[in-house]
């Protein structure tokens, strides 16, 4: 019995279940971040978003999460003058928390 190689089905399942588990994991880290982030205002919360859907790179995907309003690094990262006090991180938290589960998102959509 002759050996059928399927190399190319199975590199497209992966590529797909990359895909996938990179949204799951996003979705995971945008929720998070909603939680977390400081509600002053709900303008940052509501800014929070997918900015870059997964998107194919010569190496596999990259996406974005995080929010494009004004203040959003300030209260991520604290302000310029060093202070350590006013701000909330609320993305680093949430990508320490969901970030390390990407690999299993990936193995769900493979099938694994």
Request: charge should be negative.
């Amino acid at each position: 019995m002759p050996l059928q190689w399927n190399g190319n089905q199975i590199l497209a399942k992966l590529r797909q279940a990359e895909k996938e588990g990179l949204l799951d994991t996003d979705a995971d880290i945008l929720e998070e971040a909603d939680r977390r982030v400081r509600k002053d205002t709900t303008n940052l919360e509501m800014s929070i978003d997918i900015l870059q859907p997964p998107t194919a790179t010569g190496e596999g995907f990259t996406s974005q999460v995080g929010s494009e309003e004004a203040y959003a690094a300030i209260q991520e990262l604290g302000p310029a003058d060093g202070r350590k006090y006013g701000y909330t991180p609320y993305l680093r938290p949430a990508l320490d928390i969901h970030g390390k589960n990407l690999a299993g998102n990936i193995k769900k959509h493979f099938g694994g």
